[in-house]
C-alpha cells in the first residue's frame, strides 16, 4: 500500500512540474520584456550626392534613409537625439525627425544658423530677425518663453551647462558666463566675467581672465585657490587630463583634474589630448609627430616620431600621414591596418560606430570598415563628401 502511495506522489509531482513550466513557458510568450532582446541603435551619417550636389543621410549598411528623392538638402548636421538640422534652397535651418516631417508644421525653415546638433535635450539657434542666439527645447519650443534670442554667441550643452557670450567682438565689451538648462545664470551676480570660456569637460571648463587661462569647476569656484589664471594656453580635460602652458616659464605638460602635474612635455611642439591612453605629440627636432603615452614614454620604444600629420586614437585606430602626403591608419600596438600599402588616401576621418570617412585620389568620399574593407564592394568612393556615423537616437 506505501508503495502505490508513492508512486502516487511521485505522479502528481511530475503533474505539478509539468505545469509549473508550461505556465512559465506562456508567461514569457505573453511578456516579451521578460525575454533577452538587444535593440541595436540606429546609426546614420550625412552624404552629399554627386550628381545633385545635394546633402541627404544613408544607414550602417549603405542604403539610403529615404528611399526616395532622399538627397534633398542644401546643408545637414547629424541627427542627435532623433532630430537633425538641415538647410533648405532658402538658405534657412529647420530640424526634420528620422521619417523625414518637419519639426515645425509650418515655417520649418526659420533660422539663419545652427550649433550642430541637439545635445541634452536643447539646440542652439540663430534668430533671423535679431542675428541673436538663443536655444530650443526637442519640442520646438523656445528655452526662454520671452527675449530667447539674446546671447551674441553660444556653445551647446555640456554637463548640464553651456558657455554663452554678450557683446561683439570689436565693438562691445565682450564677456562670456554660463547658463544652467532651465535658462538660470550659473553666477547668481556677475555672470559675464570671462574674456573667453569653454564647455565643460569632466566637471571643468577653461575659462580666460586677464589675458590668462584658468580652470573653473560646475559650482564656479575656482581649480586653483591662490593663482588660478597661470597659463596662456589650455586644452579641455580628456581622460582626466589637461594640455597646459605656463604663461611664467614657457612649460608646457599636462595636469590632472585636482591641478596637480603629470609631466612636463618639454621638447615638443605640440600635444592633443589624449585619447584612448595616448597623446599625439609632435617632436621639435624633427617636426615629425608620434604618440605618448601617459607615463610620458613614447609609443614606438625606437623612431616614435615618424608622421608628418595625426589623428588622435578612435575605437583602437589613428590616422597617421607619412612623408608622401597620403593617409593611413595605425592600430594602437603600432601596427599599420594595411599589411601593404597602407598610405593610401588623399584625406580620412577618425572612425565612429565601427567605419571612418576617406577620400581617394578621384576626389570622392567613401568608407572603410575597422578592417580596412570597403563599405560598399563596388563604387565605394561615391560621395562628394560625407560625415562620420553616429547614433540617430
Request: hydrophobic share 30%.
Given at each position: 500500500m506505501?508503495?502505490?502511495i508513492?508512486?502516487?506522489?511521485?505522479?502528481?509531482?511530475l503533474?505539478?512540474?509539468?505545469?509549473?513550466?508550461?505556465?512559465l513557458s506562456?508567461?514569457?510568450?505573453?511578456?516579451?520584456?521578460?525575454?533577452?532582446?538587444?535593440?541595436q541603435?540606429?546609426?546614420?551619417?550625412?552624404?552629399k550626392?554627386s550628381?545633385?550636389?545635394?546633402w541627404?543621410?544613408?544607414?550602417?549598411?549603405?542604403?539610403?534613409?529615404?528611399?526616395?528623392?532622399?538627397?534633398?538638402?542644401?546643408?545637414?548636421c547629424?541627427?542627435?537625439?532623433?532630430?537633425?538640422?538641415?538647410?533648405?534652397?532658402?538658405?534657412?535651418?529647420?530640424?526634420?525627425?528620422?521619417?523625414?516631417?518637419?519639426?515645425?508644421?509650418?515655417?520649418?525653415?526659420?533660422?539663419?544658423?545652427v550649433?550642430?546638433?541637439f545635445?541634452?535635450?536643447?539646440a542652439?539657434?540663430?534668430?533671423?530677425s535679431?542675428g541673436?542666439?538663443?536655444?530650443?527645447?526637442?519640442?520646438g519650443s523656445?528655452l526662454?518663453?520671452t527675449?530667447?534670442?539674446?546671447?551674441?554667441?553660444?556653445?551647446s550643452?555640456s554637463e548640464g551647462?553651456?558657455?554663452?557670450?554678450?557683446?561683439?567682438?570689436?565693438?562691445?565689451?565682450?564677456?562670456?558666463?554660463?547658463?544652467?538648462k532651465?535658462?538660470?545664470?550659473?553666477?547668481?551676480?556677475?555672470?559675464?566675467?570671462?574674456?573667453?570660456?569653454?564647455?565643460?569637460?569632466?566637471?571643468?571648463a577653461?575659462?580666460w581672465d586677464?589675458?590668462?587661462?584658468g580652470f573653473i569647476?560646475?559650482?564656479g569656484?575656482?581649480?586653483?585657490?591662490?593663482?588660478n589664471?597661470?597659463y596662456?594656453y589650455?586644452?579641455?580635460?580628456?581622460?582626466?587630463?589637461?594640455?597646459?602652458?605656463?604663461?611664467?616659464s614657457?612649460?608646457?605638460g599636462?595636469?590632472k583634474?585636482?591641478?596637480?602635474d603629470l609631466?612636463?612635455?618639454?621638447?615638443?611642439?605640440?600635444?592633443?589630448s589624449?585619447s584612448?591612453?595616448?597623446?599625439?605629440?609632435?617632436?621639435?627636432?624633427s617636426?615629425?609627430?608620434?604618440?605618448?603615452?601617459?607615463?610620458?614614454?613614447?609609443l614606438?620604444?625606437?623612431?616614435n616620431?615618424r608622421?608628418d600629420?595625426?589623428d588622435?586614437?578612435?575605437?583602437?585606430?589613428?590616422?597617421?600621414?607619412?612623408?608622401s602626403?597620403?593617409?593611413?591608419?595605425i592600430?594602437?600596438?603600432?601596427?599599420?591596418l594595411?599589411?601593404?600599402?597602407?598610405?593610401?588616401y588623399d584625406?580620412?576621418?577618425?572612425?565612429?560606430?565601427?567605419?571612418?570617412?576617406?577620400?581617394d585620389?578621384?576626389g570622392?568620399?567613401?568608407?572603410?570598415?575597422?578592417?580596412?574593407?570597403?563599405l560598399f564592394?563596388?563604387?565605394?568612393?561615391?560621395y562628394?563628401?560625407?560625415?562620420?556615423?553616429?547614433?540617430?537616437?
Open positions: 506505501q508503495k502505490n508513492s508512486k502516487t506522489n511521485s505522479l502528481l509531482f503533474i505539478v512540474v509539468s505545469t509549473i513550466l508550461i505556465s506562456f508567461y514569457n510568450c505573453e511578456n516579451p520584456t521578460n525575454q533577452s532582446t538587444t535593440q541603435p540606429l546609426l546614420l551619417a550625412p552624404v550626392d550628381s545633385s550636389g545635394k541627404g543621410f544613408i544607414k550602417k549598411d549603405g542604403s539610403n534613409l529615404f528611399p526616395t528623392n532622399n538627397f534633398r538638402y542644401d546643408d545637414v547629424s541627427f542627435s537625439e532623433g532630430l537633425a538640422a538641415v538647410k533648405d534652397s532658402s538658405g534657412k535651418w529647420g530640424y526634420i525627425k528620422i521619417d523625414g516631417s518637419y519639426l515645425f508644421s509650418t515655417n520649418n525653415f526659420r533660422y539663419d544658423d550649433v550642430s546638433t545635445s541634452e535635450g536643447l542652439a539657434v540663430k534668430d533671423s535679431s541673436k542666439w538663443g536655444y530650443i527645447k526637442k519640442d523656445d526662454f518663453p527675449n530667447n534670442f539674446r546671447y551674441d554667441e553660444v556653445e550643452f551647462l553651456a558657455a554663452v557670450r554678450i557683446g561683439n567682438w570689436g565693438t562691445d565689451i565682450v564677456k562670456f558666463g554660463f547658463i544652467n532651465d535658462g538660470t545664470d550659473l553666477f547668481s551676480t556677475n555672470n559675464f566675467r570671462y574674456g573667453s570660456a569653454r564647455s565643460f569637460s569632466e566637471g571643468l577653461c575659462v586677464s589675458g590668462e587661462w569647476k560646475k559650482d569656484s575656482n581649480l586653483f585657490s591662490i593663482n589664471f597661470r596662456d589650455v586644452y579641455s580635460f580628456s581622460e582626466g587630463l589637461a594640455f597646459v602652458r605656463d604663461s611664467s614657457g612649460e608646457h599636462f595636469i583634474t585636482d591641478g596637480s609631466f612636463s612635455t618639454i621638447g615638443y611642439d605640440y600635444v592633443y589624449f584612448e591612453g595616448l597623446a599625439a605629440a609632435k617632436y621639435g627636432s617636426g615629425k609627430w608620434g604618440y605618448i603615452k601617459t607615463d610620458g614614454t613614447d614606438f620604444s625606437t623612431n616620431f608622421y600629420d595625426v588622435s586614437f578612435s575605437e583602437g585606430l589613428a590616422a597617421v600621414m607619412d612623408s602626403g597620403k593617409w593611413g591608419y592600430k594602437k600596438d603600432g601596427t599599420d594595411f599589411s601593404t600599402n597602407n598610405f593610401r584625406y580620412v576621418d577618425y572612425f565612429s560606430e565601427g567605419l571612418a570617412v576617406v577620400m585620389s578621384s570622392k568620399c567613401g568608407y572603410i570598415k575597422k578592417d580596412g574593407s570597403d564592394p563596388t563604387n565605394n568612393f561615391r562628394d563628401d560625407a560625415y562620420s556615423f553616429s547614433k540617430a537616437e
